[in-house]
């Protein structure tokens, strides 16, 4: 019986993904490539349903992971939240049931699709009064490399697809001590 409970290990034992800050909390100033952090600029931008999606298809994640493992950076990438092979029901692993399959199974990085989203979000956007390109904020743990790669080679490939007319980032490193405690909870991000 215990063997039915065993689960194969994945590469990782820690999912990562990024997350889209609806109402940042970061301070308004200008950064040294003259471009300004706008708080109200961006959470327009993260409430509309069209950027969101045109970062999440947009985002080319084995580009990403490439940085941990160039490879074989294919085996690091999950799409959902909850790993395979973290629990199962009836047999069948928790990433595979009906809700969550479609996204187990499909490559998120669709470029054409990102670029159509952009295209709506833009015209939403641009008919709000919002101006372009949109700025991220990213903060990085600057303590790890993997996590200044990522930081560098996300924002660069995302800028490069969209253009620099829709979206720039900027990139902030901070020391690991109390990372998360100075960046994610308190919403000093974007992105």
């Known amino acids: 019986e215990k063997a039915k409970l065993i689960r194969p290990n994945r590469p990782s034992s820690y999912p990562y ?12 100033k200008t950064m040294p490539d003259g471009y300004t952090l706008d708080c109200a600029q961006w959470t327009a931008a993260a409430n509309n349903l069209n950027f969101r999606k045109s970062l999440y298809y947009g985002l080319d994640r084995v580009k990403a992971v490439s ?4 490879y074989s950076p294919e085996s690091y990438v999950i799409r959902t939240i909850t790993p395979p092979n973290f629990c199962a029901a ?3 692993d928790y990433t595979m049931l009906p809700a969550l399959k479609e996204y187990t199974e499909t490559d998120q990085f669709q470029a054409d699709k990102a670029k159509e989203y952009a295209a709506k979000a ?3 956007l641009t008919a709000q009064g919002v101006s372009f390109p949109i700025i991220a904020y990213i ?9 200044t790669n990522i930081a560098i080679v996300v924002s660069q490939q995302l800028e490069e697809l969209f253009g ?14 109390d990372f998360l405690a100075t960046t994610r909870r308190p919403g000093n991000y974007s992105f």
């Open 17 to 28: 993904f990024y997350l889209i800050d609806c109402k940042p909390a970061y301070e308004e």
């Open 67 to 70: 940085c941990y493992d160039k």
């Open 90 to 92: 009836n047999g069948v």
């Open 122 to 124: 833009k015209e939403e």
């Open 139 to 147: 903060p990085y743990n600057a303590g790890d490399p993997n996590h």
């Open 164 to 177: 620099s007319d829709y979206i720039h980032f900027e990139l902030e490193g901070y020391p690991d001590t």
